[in-house]
């Protein structure tokens, strides 16, 4: 799909304006400086808490800074040195979707010095980043938080959860199917590539997913200068009976305290059929000297709970993951293909004002979606902005919406609606961006 170019949408003049008034510079970066790029990698660092980045680590890290639209907010004549107090960065990706794909505005690396808190510094950075991808033309919006309690303010909604899983591998045991294909170990360097070829043809299959980059793969893959584990790194593919790539995990191992006993960490275990991804995880719990397997970012239907002997063994945990922000319901909802007919009228909440307002939904017995205004037509379901989002990839049941009073609505409407929403397989993503 054709994508825009974000790099080449200019600063939010609200938000500039905004900050001005505050003797602060809210701006775009030039990317070819490259003493204002050192200073915001360094200002990103400390901004999520890791090590002052080393002359490596940056020049790693360039190539995706240059990709990206990156915001500084500076004091007011700051030198080109100077660490920037706040930073954000954004680009347009594909988002997946039941039926295709969506272009996506995908918001990272949002930072606020420390000595700058309580300054509305954060707001501008979101709302300046909800506008400039509303006024060129894009109509959602999409992050991963490490902090939950953030970006409700603005309309995102928790929409893609994640299972965190814990595996007493001596006690789980094994009750799943024998591989028809192979294991074979990669070094890190292959490991980098088959991460990124596996991965990009499995997020097709489910709702919720974006592609990664270079980066990430390098990262996950353990090349990372700054990475402290990276010589624990390993990796295996699976390949199937015609020898064809179809799985690919990277996994780090550590002693447990116990003499030889150790933990395997997965970092990333991606399939593109169900067969792979048993294989692997059959791998990881039959490693030897390994009592325990811990893996994050999985899809809520994964089979890992019913490929064990003792489901007791595997302890799952739920989690927030991909969040969402709807800023054009006509173009969003009609993106995706929905899994039953349907028609209802929508009344939207939305206090920036992208999406408010009263539209009918309607759906076909194909999954095709038509929305109009229907500014006079009585609404049947009553939601905000951040709960609409939080339903859009599917990942998210109206009816637990609605029974925390984040839909009101008669039970019938919001069984047609979940019925409609509902995906398969489950929305999932498994990456950070």
């Not at 790099?7 to 070819?32: C, F, H, K, N, W």
């Not at 999520?48 to 915001?71: C, H, Q, Y």
């Not at 054009?328 to 929508?346: E, I, K, M, N, Q």
């Not at 998210?396 to 919001?414: E, F, M, N, Q, Y």
Request: aromatic content about 6%.
């Amino acid at each position: 799909m054709a994508l825009i170019d974000a790099r080449g949408i200019p600063a939010d003049q609200t938000s500039v304006d905004r900050l001005a008034e505050d003797s602060l510079d809210y701006r775009l970066l030039d990317v070819d400086d490259d003493e204002r790029v050192r200073a915001f990698q360094r200002a990103l660092a400390r901004g999520f808490l890791g090590a002052d980045p080393t002359a490596e680590t940056r020049a790693e890290g360039l190539p995706t800074v240059r990709s990206r639209r990156n915001i500084g907010v500076y004091e007011h004549g700051a030198a080109a040195g100077d660490l920037p107090v706040a930073t954000i960065d954004s680009w347009v990706t594909p988002l997946t979707l039941p039926g295709g794909e969506i272009g996506m505005w995908a918001i990272s690396g949002v930072t606020v010095s420390g000595t700058h808190r309580r300054r509305g510094i954060a707001r501008a950075l979101l709302e300046g980043e909800l506008r400039a991808a509303a006024a060129a033309g894009v109509s959602l919006a999409g992050l991963t938080a490490s902090e939950a309690t953030i970006y409700g303010r603005y309309g995102f909604g928790s929409a893609i959860p994640v299972a965190r899983f814990t595996v007493d591998t001596r006690r789980a045991g094994w009750a799943g199917p024998a591989p028809r294909g192979r294991i074979e170990y990669v070094e890190r360097e292959q490991l980098a590539a088959d991460l990124g070829e596996v991965h990009d043809r499995a997020r097709s299959a489910r709702s919720g997913q974006v592609p990664g980059w270079a980066a990430r793969w390098v990262g996950i893959g353990g090349l990372a200068a700054n990475d402290t584990e990276r010589e624990r790194v390993r990796g295996v593919c699976y390949r199937d009976e015609d020898g064809v790539l179809r799985g690919v995990m990277a996994y780090a191992v550590s002693e447990k305290g116990e003499s030889f006993r150790f933990a395997l960490h997965v970092r990333l275990l991606v399939g593109e059929t169900a067969e792979a991804t048993a294989a692997l995880w059959r791998f990881a719990l039959q490693h030897d000297l390994v009592d325990e397997v811990t893996a994050d970012l999985r899809p809520l239907d994964d089979p890992l709970p019913w490929l064990v002997a003792d489901q007791r063994g595997v302890t799952q945990v739920v989690h927030d993951h991909g969040w969402l922000r709807i800023l054009d319901v006509p173009r969003t909802l009609s993106a995706r293909r929905y899994g039953a007919p349907l028609d209802t009228v929508l009344r939207v909440d939305d206090p920036l004002g992208f999406a408010a307002g009263t539209w009918r939904l309607r759906v076909d017995g194909t999954g095709a979606a038509l929305v109009d205004v229907a500014s006079d037509a009585e609404p049947d379901l009553a939601l905000d902005v951040s709960a609409l989002s939080s339903l859009y990839a599917g990942g998210v049941r109206a009816s637990a919406l609605h029974a925390a009073g984040r839909i009101v609505a008669a039970p019938t409407a919001v069984e047609a609606l979940e019925r409609a929403f509902a995906v398969y397989p489950a929305a999932s993503l498994d990456i950070w961006y």
